[in-house]
């Protein structure tokens, strides 16, 4: 495990066996860290794929925030967003790894900003995964490419933070623009389970395994 020299944000990089092997993005949430998530290449894929974990750019109380939640989320979305762009950029020209085999991920306020960036790409990516997140600013900004782009979101039933209905509505909004959605649904808190883990390992095999 190692950063990725020249990148716009904190990052630490875990290759996978084969140089040619999909890439997974994973970005976290609100007041938390990168560290958080050095476990998901054990839940998911393990060396099939490659793992590029993103620290949000500004300090938090506790933690990281990729955007405020005092009104002002797309400013926040916006930064957030042309970082991500960089750091695709950068890893195409500088790491040889086209946008098509990148998945974007995230957990909550990274969900958010994977979908943000996702729909608004002009080359289509190889899958946005959105955990316990929803959709800011709708799907009027979004391209004709990036409608090639499978999505895989999910929310916990019982979410106190992020409610349900809401991430719900996003999903059929999505859907209805003509997005390839695999919506799934958890007895759960604003958390990840196992079970959440197992349907997302699977998704990625069928898109980028």
Known sequence: MKPIAGLPLR?????????DSA??????GLGDRMESFFDFPEMLLGSKISYL???APDPYVVGWKWYDLDGQQETGLKNSRSLLDQTLQYLRKHQGIAPESIVLSGFSQGAVVSLYTGIRSELPLAGIGALSGYLFGGVDDATEASKETPIFMTHGLYDE??????????????SEAGYKLDWREYPMGHQ????EMQDFAHWLTA???
């Open 11 to 19: 990052n630490h990089f875990i290759p996978a066996e084969r140089r």
């Open 23 to 28: 890439l997974l993005v994973i970005m976290h």
């Open 53 to 55: 974990f993103l620290n």
């Open 161 to 174: 933070v992020l409610p349900y209905e809401r991430s719900e509505g996003h999903g059929q909004l999505l």
């Open 192 to 195: 990840i389970c196992q079970e």
């Open 207 to 209: 898109i980028a395994g």
